[in-house]
């Protein structure tokens, strides 16, 4: 036995002893993931399985945890799923449908599988695995919260192509999904009070891929009159490139293509970079337009509030606009994983008040 592999026997020995406290941001674009140990994240996205004919073996080495089978069958997710599945065959969650509650837990429940099933790669045989999650829902779905709770607890089979376990969950808090970023700001990763975070009204804007959330926290306390949801974000702006390049290429592009255009502003045709650059920025105006209009809906000119922190995927890209409105807005570091790591502080934070 190898040095490596001694040492993820006895990751995996621990994981069995004790229990296993996650920030998970089930968002609707990616998954992000945060523990004492680890982070990291993949696509929320799914679809049913479909047989690999080629490379059956390497495509699992490349994407391992990425195929979870339960009740409804075997399913491809994450960035396995973009890989290998046509895009008409993708399920996404998407804002608050007629039957989000339902769908939307089920969903969720099944992306907290496969971020558990991440964990523990390597586990076989059932061993039981203790977690306590802490997690969040967009500011205007929280009375959804209950349901997603109630999802979340318990013991759960997970079954997946690098593990096979009992995930026994303990406890389950859910809060707002921008509080994440205002306790990572407001926490050290362990839980303690940051001594450095002197402001009294936090502003937290939370920019996602199907919506945009913002929240106040007045010295501890959610305002709920301030704070909300609006049904736009990123993928306002990916619709607009995608139809564009289906428009100029007669094709449609695969997700990643249309990511990498909208970040960067340039596509590759056969080969040769094509620049899109304002093209992207007529894109982005819809998202940058919703995201000020709540945030001045909700605070008018922001006098009041003493700090604004800008979070989520699409944060780098509306933030030059909110600081030229909003001169106290700030650009937290690793703006993409700044809810799943203030969940993670707050569960320590809680544990230590126990």
């Known amino acids: 036995m190898t040095k490596q592999t001694k040492k993820q026997q006895q990751n995996l020995n621990s994981l069995t002893t004790g229990i296993i406290t996650v920030g998970l941001d089930i968002g609707y674009g990616v998954v992000k993931v945060v523990t004492n140990e680890t982070s990291f994240t993949f696509p929320s996205v799914m679809g049913h399985a479909r047989e690999i004919k080629f490379q059956q073996e390497s495509i699992q080495q490349k994407y391992p945890g990425d195929q979870i089978s339960d009740d409804e069958g075997m399913w491809f997710v994450g960035d396995l799923a973009l890989a290998q599945l046509p895009p008409g065959e993708l399920l996404r969650l998407r804002g608050r449908t007629a039957n989000e509650k339902t769908m939307g837990n089920t969903f969720r429940q099944r992306l907290a599988k496969v971020a558990i099933g991440k964990l523990v790669q390597g586990m076989w ?58 306790y990572s700001q407001m926490l050290m990763p362990t839980g303690e009070i940051n ?26 306390e959610f305002v709920d009159s301030e704070s909300g949801s609006v049904e736009s974000g990123v993928y306002t702006a990916q619709e607009r490139i995608s139809a564009m390049l289906e ?29 899109y650059s304002d093209e992207v920025e007529d894109a982005l105006l819809p998202l940058r337009s919703a995201t000020v209009n709540l945030m001045s809906e909700k605070w008018q000119r922001g006098t009041t509030v003493d700090v604004i922190y800008l979070s989520g995927g699409g944060a780098e890209l509306v933030c030059e606009q909110i600081i030229e409105a909003y001169p ?27």
Request: proline share 4%.
């Open 125 to 182: 045989g059932r061993d039981v695995v203790h977690l306590k999650i802490s997690t969040g829902l967009p500011v205007d779905h929280m009375r959804d919260a209950a349901e997603l709770k109630e999802a979340l607890l318990g013991k759960h089979l997970i079954k997946t192509d690098s593990c096979e376990v009992i995930a026994h969950v303990t406890d389950v808090i859910v809060m707002p999904q921008p509080y994440g970023t205002a």
């Open 195 to 220: 001594v450095y975070h002197t402001y009294m009204r936090t502003g937290i804007v939370d920019v996602g891929t199907y919506t945009v959330d913002i929240a106040l926290d007045d010295d501890g």
């Open 247 to 275: 428009r100029d290429y007669r094709e449609k592009m695969p997700y990643k293509i249309i990511e990498q255009v909208l970040r960067t502003g340039v596509f590759m045709a056969s080969g040769n970079p094509v620049n």
């Open 328 to 354: 106290q807005a700030k650009l937290v570091s690793q703006a993409q994983m700044a809810n799943a790591r203030g969940y993670l502080s707050y569960a320590n934070f809680a544990r230590g008040k126990t």
